[in-house]
């Protein structure tokens, strides 16, 4: 398998049990995380992967998107931020409008 060069990951704020719970599930991150996935797939963006993951402890910021293997990590994640950072990635750029940590 290649290294995607952009490997988007969205919290989904599944604890160690399971269950999800706090702030990016509620704010509904996995109707985000489809939404990733369509956008990508219509920009026809190779070496851009998306994924979910459990909780990443920064529910303050929610929800939560990191960058891997950047570092690059992106809060308050709406469909308006998701398009204006895929549209930074194809840039080669970084969206600072939405970045809270990298």
């Not at 398998?1 to 990951?9: A, D, Q, S, V, Y």
């Not at 399971?18 to 985000?32: I, N, P």
């Not at 979910?52 to 960058?67: F, H, K, L, Q, Y």
């Amino acid at each position: 398998m290649k290294t995607p060069e952009h490997h988007l990951f969205v919290c989904g704020s599944f604890r160690v049990s399971g269950e999800a719970k706090g702030l990016c599930h509620k704010r509904d991150s996995h109707s985000l995380l489809s939404y990733i996935q369509s956008e990508i797939q219509d920009r026809m963006l190779s070496g851009v992967e998306v994924s979910s993951t459990g909780c990443v402890n920064a529910c303050d910021n929610g929800p939560i998107m990191i960058d891997y293997p950047s570092g690059h990590w992106y809060g308050k994640i709406t469909e308006e931020a998701i398009d204006e950072i895929l549209d930074a990635i194809e840039n080669g750029e970084v969206c600072a409008k939405y970045l809270i940590s990298g």
